[in-house]
């Protein structure tokens, strides 16, 4: 039997982090907080960051010790099922601070399966 690409979770973390920068870039914390639908575009994005994430195989994650997966994995859940206790601070911080070393190991993997 052949071995699942990992191909398609990694491009849906870049595309949702492109989406998620493309949102939030030099928002300031009050902006995003007063913007409905930039928040929901985040949260999706976050959503979609986490589920692809849990697609991934063991293999890649044992590569990159580095990234948080099981906080990654764990965010989904909380926006899933605390939506009316996520904060928006949290949201923008980790579009601002959280995502590049994700985005830097999602392209290195690509890279890999070429």
Not at 13 to 32: G, P, V
Not at 72 to 100: C, F, K, M, Q, T
Request: proline share 4%; glycine share 4%; charged share 35%.
């Amino acid at each position: 039997m052949a071995e699942k690409s990992s191909e398609p979770a990694l491009r849906d973390i870049l595309e949702a982090i492109e989406r998620i920068r493309s949102k939030t870039k030099d928002m300031s914390l009050t902006e995003f907080a007063g913007d409905w639908e930039r928040l929901w575009v985040v949260e999706r994005g976050i959503q979609i960051v986490s589920e692809a994430s849990r697609r991934l195989p063991d293999e890649i994650k044992d590569r990159h010790p580095d990234i948080p997966w099981k906080q990654i994995a764990g965010i989904g859940n909380i926006l899933r099922h605390e939506y009316d206790a996520v904060s928006p601070r949290i949201l923008l911080d980790i579009a601002h601070n959280d995502l590049e070393s994700l985005e830097i190991m999602c392209k290195a993997e690509l890279l890999r399966e070429i």
